[in-house]
C-alpha cells in the first residue's frame, strides 16, 4: 500500500497576515474602519489589570541569583509548611476582598 502526502502545505500567514514566531495568530490593534468593537466588562477588568502590572520592578535580581545559586548546588531546601501557609493565606486575602 502506497502512503501519499494528502495534506496541503501550511503557509506563513492568516488571513493574509504574516503569522508570528512562535505561531500564534496575529493580534489585531485596530478595528477596520466603521466596525465598532465592544469589550465585555471581563475584558475591559483584565486589560485594566494589566495596565496596573509593573513590568519586574519588585523583582530582588540579587535574591534571584541567589536562589538560583543554591538550586545549581543543591542546597536549596523547599519548605512545604511555608508554601502552603503561603497558599492558605493568599486564598484568606482573596475571599475577604470579595466580600
Known amino acids: 500500500m502506497k502512503i501519499g502526502n494528502g495534506f496541503k ?12 514566531a512562535n505561531g500564534a495568530a496575529p493580534r489585531p490593534t485596530t478595528a477596520p474602519a466603521g466596525e465598532q468593537v465592544a469589550l465585555s466588562p ?36 523547599i519548605n512545604p509548611e511555608r508554601i502552603a501557609d503561603g497558599l492558605l493565606e493568599s486564598v484568606r486575602q482573596m475571599l475577604a476582598a470579595r466580600r
Open 42 to 77: 471581563l475584558s475591559a477588568r483584565l486589560m485594566e489589570i494589566e495596565g496596573g502590572i509593573d513590568d519586574g520592578g519588585g523583582v530582588n535580581a540579587a535574591r534571584v541569583a541567589e536562589i538560583k545559586q543554591a538550586i545549581a548546588d543543591g542546597q536549596f531546601r
Open 9 to 20: 502545505s501550511i503557509d506563513s500567514t492568516v488571513n493574509g497576515a504574516a503569522k508570528p
